[in-house]
């Protein structure tokens, strides 16, 4: 079963905008989510953690809110850049110190 | 200097073959991963190592057998390859008090991409 779901598998925005990523998940007792950014052939590479004893963490152009009754997080990258480009991974540090990521969601920023 | 490399970068076989994939990390990390993504862009653990021992072996077929001859080295052999092998493979490293428990201290290679056919 997938405990961390992205139901959106892509999205456009312009240049400029807010990119807004959406990522819900099941297990309450999680303590920390993640996001991870990945360019085609390349791995991912860490972006921005939230603990799960907060609501908001930002960093720059990143920010990342938790919605603990929701079961929900949520990426914000304002402004959009074209090098932005790139699939988006919600995960979670589970057991053993792996990560369960979602399937990702792809973001294309347009000029 | 790559971080955590793995070879071959691109991998084509036959159904049936026996095959390895190798990862080296060159930044002393304590815990190295395999995970794999399948056609459907979902990038699942398979194994973990700490130490050179065994902590994570999610549920994957005894055809992947990971070995780990020193803590720098964590290597992936498959035998007898089947068509739902072909997937890309990425190993990954990280330090325990670097906070890799909470996910950001993790280094990923570039992948392998695997194809059976």
């Known amino acids: 079963d997938q405990q961390v779901k992205q139901n959106s598998p892509s999205l456009s925005v312009q240049e400029g905008r807010i990119s807004i990523l959406n990522c819900d998940y099941t297990?309450?007792?999680?303590?920390?989510f993640l996001w991870y950014k990945k360019y085609p052939a390349e791995g991912p590479t860490f972006l921005i953690s939230?603990?799960?004893?907060?609501d908001k963490n930002e960093d720059g152009r990143f920010t990342v809110f938790l919605n603990k009754s929701a079961k929900h997080l949520s990426l914000h990258i304002v402004p959009s850049q074209p090098g932005d480009s790139a699939v988006y991974f919600c995960a979670e540090a589970g057991s053993g110190y792996a990560l369960n990521f979602g399937k990702g969601t792809s973001l294309l920023v347009t000029p | 200097d790559t971080a955590v490399s793995q070879t071959p970068k691109y991998l084509v076989t036959q159904m049936g073959n026996d095959k390895s994939i190798k990862c080296e990390q060159n930044?002393?990390?304590?815990?190295m991963y395999w995970y794999k993504q399948d056609s459907k862009k979902f990038l699942k653990i398979m194994f973990s190592y700490n130490n050179k021992e065994l902590i994570i072996n999610e549920t994957v077929p005894n055809r992947f057998s990971p070995k780990s001859p020193d803590k720098a080295h964590l290597n992936l052999h498959i035998n007898s390859l089947e068509l739902g092998d072909s997937a890309v493979y990425f190993c990954?490293?990280?330090?325990?008090?670097?906070?890799?428990?909470?996910?950001?201290?993790?280094?990923f290679g570039s992948g392998t991409r695997l194809t059976v056919v």
């Open positions: 297990n309450s007792m999680f303590d920390y």
């Open positions: 990954a490293s990280s330090q325990v008090e670097q906070g890799a428990q909470r996910g950001y201290g993790y280094t």
């Open positions: 930044l002393g990390h304590d815990t």
């Open positions: 939230i603990s799960s004893i907060k």
